[in-house]
Every structure is written in structure tokens, then in C-alpha cells.
């Protein structure tokens, strides 16, 4: 009997044998024109998925490496940001703006909820120095999807940057940058991306 282990850690989809078989490759160096060939053309096709005329960052890390890329690089320790907080992954937008030492106004949502504009709206007014918004496009563990559309709108009438974990849902379901007006979405490469 043939048993073939499955890591689904990353999951939830598998990873193709085409790419399983494409690692197996020699590896080509970072700095030939052929790695800068194909860089350059992910690049474009990544602008076209995320929606935006900006450039799109690619990290070598996972989903919860490009949160951290994101808190770190967009807040000071000591800022405020406000979490809309739904489920289990919300919850580490929390744990890593803690980490960072920025001050977290957490919006407690039941789980199975989706965010409501009137309760963004309201903690903006009464956190008016929060820097940020960071909430999930849909939330893995409940399977909700967030106005993403609407939040954003509100944020855009402050000074707050919208940060979105669009990890499991990129490419499933919509969420363009710059029509909507999100500054930083994050993915990965493991789930609608996949």
C-alpha cells in the first residue's frame, strides 16, 4: 500500500506536483537575468491579482511573516491601531501589534460576524489617534467576510492606514487595493492564491 504524506499545516490545498517537481530543479542564482525575467513578470501579474498600480512585495515567509512585515514597517511602538477582532486569525493582529508595543483598541466581534462600518466608525471617533485598521478579508475560522469595500471607505476619511489579512481570501474573492482604497493587504501563497 503507496501512503503519501500530506502537510496540510499550510494548507488547506495541496501543493501540485508540477511545483512539487519544479523545486526539484537546480536552483538559479537571484541575480541572473533569468531569475529577474521571472521575478519581474510575478511581479506584474501580482499587481494585476492585488488590484493595484503599486508595486507588490514578495517575502520569503508565511502568511503570519507578511503581518508581522506589515505592523513593522508601518507602525511605531507606542502608535495606536484598532483590531476588528472575529475569530482566531484576528486575533493575531493582536498578539503581533502587542508584540510590536503598539497600543491595540481590540473590536470585539462574535465569532461568525461580520465587521459592521457602524462599529469602525465608532471606535475611530473614540480612538481618533489609531494609525491603523487591520481586520481580515474573510476570517479562516468562521469562514466570514468583511465589508472590506465599506471599512475602507471610512478609514479613507482619516489618518488611519487600512491594513487587510487578505491570506485566505486573494483571488477568491475581491479586493482591489486601489479601487477600494486598502493601503496594505497581505497574503500567501497557500490558500486563494493556490
Same mark, same amino acid.
Given at each position: 500500500?503507496?501512503?503519501?504524506?500530506?502537510?496540510?499545516?499550510?494548507?488547506?490545498?495541496?501543493?501540485?506536483?508540477?511545483?512539487?517537481?519544479?523545486?526539484?530543479?537546480?536552483?538559479?542564482?537571484?541575480?541572473?537575468?533569468?531569475?529577474?525575467?521571472?521575478?519581474?513578470?510575478?511581479?506584474?501579474?501580482?499587481?494585476?491579482?492585488?488590484?493595484?498600480?503599486?508595486?507588490?512585495?514578495?517575502? &520569503? =515567509? @508565511?502568511?503570519?511573516?507578511?503581518?508581522? *512585515?506589515?505592523?513593522?514597517?508601518?507602525? /511605531?511602538? $507606542?502608535?495606536? +491601531?484598532?483590531?476588528?477582532?472575529?475569530?482566531?486569525?484576528?486575533?493575531?493582529?493582536?498578539?503581533?501589534?502587542?508584540?510590536?508595543?503598539?497600543?491595540?483598541?481590540?473590536?470585539?466581534?462574535?465569532?461568525?460576524? &461580520? =465587521? @459592521?462600518?457602524?462599529?469602525?466608525?465608532? *471606535?475611530?471617533?473614540?480612538?481618533?489617534? /489609531?494609525? $491603523?485598521?487591520? +481586520?481580515?478579508?474573510?476570517?479562516?475560522?468562521?469562514?466570514?467576510?468583511?465589508?472590506?469595500?465599506?471599512?475602507?471607505?471610512?478609514?479613507?476619511?482619516?489618518?488611519?492606514?487600512?491594513?487587510?489579512?487578505?491570506?485566505?481570501?486573494?483571488?477568491?474573492?475581491?479586493?482591489?487595493?486601489?479601487?477600494?482604497?486598502?493601503?496594505?493587504?497581505?497574503?500567501?501563497?497557500?490558500?486563494?492564491?493556490?
Amino acid at each position: 500500500m503507496l501512503i503519501k504524506k500530506r502537510l496540510l499545516t499550510p494548507g488547506p490545498t495541496q501543493l501540485p506536483e508540477r511545483v512539487r517537481f519544479a523545486m526539484a530543479r537546480d536552483m538559479m542564482h537571484h541575480r541572473k537575468p533569468e531569475f529577474c525575467a521571472i521575478a519581474r513578470e510575478c511581479g506584474e501579474k501580482l499587481r494585476i491579482a492585488f488590484g493595484t498600480e503599486q508595486p507588490v512585495l514578495t517575502l &520569503a =515567509a @508565511s502568511g503570519t511573516g507578511a503581518m508581522v *512585515a506589515a505592523v513593522t514597517n508601518l507602525f /511605531a511602538p $507606542g502608535e495606536e +491601531v484598532i483590531v476588528l477582532q472575529a475569530g482566531k486569525f484576528a486575533e493575531r493582529w493582536t498578539k503581533i501589534a502587542e508584540s510590536r508595543n503598539l497600543t491595540v483598541h481590540v473590536v470585539s466581534i462574535p465569532w461568525g460576524e &461580520a =465587521a @459592521s462600518p457602524e462599529r469602525l466608525r465608532a *471606535a475611530l471617533a473614540e480612538h481618533p489617534g /489609531a494609525k $491603523g485598521v487591520l +481586520v481580515q478579508l474573510s476570517e479562516t475560522s468562521t469562514g466570514v467576510m468583511h465589508p472590506i469595500r465599506e471599512l475602507a471607505e471610512i478609514v479613507r476619511n482619516t489618518d488611519a492606514l487600512m491594513v487587510v489579512d487578505g491570506i485566505s481570501g486573494v483571488l477568491i474573492a475581491p479586493c482591489p487595493m486601489d479601487e477600494w482604497g486598502i493601503d496594505c493587504l497581505v497574503t500567501g501563497s497557500q490558500k486563494g492564491v493556490m
